[in-house]
């Protein structure tokens, strides 16, 4: 089977969800977050305080791929935009 995932909301919940599914084996995943992350919410969640400010979805994208060589992460800038 071959599942397509999408995560709306990549905060502190939906950052570790993503991981998750990642490290369980999900292979394609498109996330959707208008957010920029912030240093005061890091702490909760699957980000790091470096590099500093910057989108989550960006951010989550690379950290996923770290952690699986055979994960797809594809951001959606339409859907984004429209929960903006």
């Known amino acids: 089977m071959n599942a397509k995932i999408l995560v709306i909301g990549i ?13 369980c084996g999900a ?11 912030e240093p005061e919410n890091v702490c909760r969640s699957e980000y790091s305080f470096v590099p500093g400010v910057t989108a989550k979805a960006t951010e989550l994208a ?19 935009d429209f929960f903006k």
């Open 62 to 80: 690379n950290r996923l791929a770290g952690v699986s060589p055979f994960v797809n992460v594809a951001i959606n800038q339409t859907l984004t």
């Open 27 to 37: 292979t394609d995943m498109l996330l959707v977050d208008y957010d920029v992350k």
């Open 11 to 23: 905060g502190a919940i939906g950052s570790m969800v993503a991981t998750t599914l990642v490290r």
